[in-house]
């Protein structure tokens, strides 16, 4: 286990309920990958999820995430040769 995720989200916005929704996603994809999962309170309309404090997904850019990106992002950092089976869409 080396991969610690963490979801910055807006207490302003009530982004929490996405914010733990998203977690829960995570954790069931990559109970064995994760050893941490953290959520951040924050302001001012962030939703930021970090691997490892690198920015895998930032809402301003990005928009809010599917579940199956931000998998996507995490298992490129946390676990490259894990398969995410019928959730992971091939490139088109």
Known sequence: MSGRVEIEYCT??????????????????????????ALKPGK?????????????WDRREQGFPEPTAVKQAVRDRVAPDKSLGHSEKPAS
């Not at 929490?16 to 999962?37: G, M």
């Open 12 to 37: 302003q916005c009530r982004w929490l309920p996405r914010a733990a929704w998203l977690a829960q996603e995570l954790l069931t994809t990559f109970e064995a990958e994760l050893s941490e999962l």
């Open 44 to 56: 001012g309309g962030v939703f930021v999820v970090r691997v490892d404090d690198e920015v895998v």
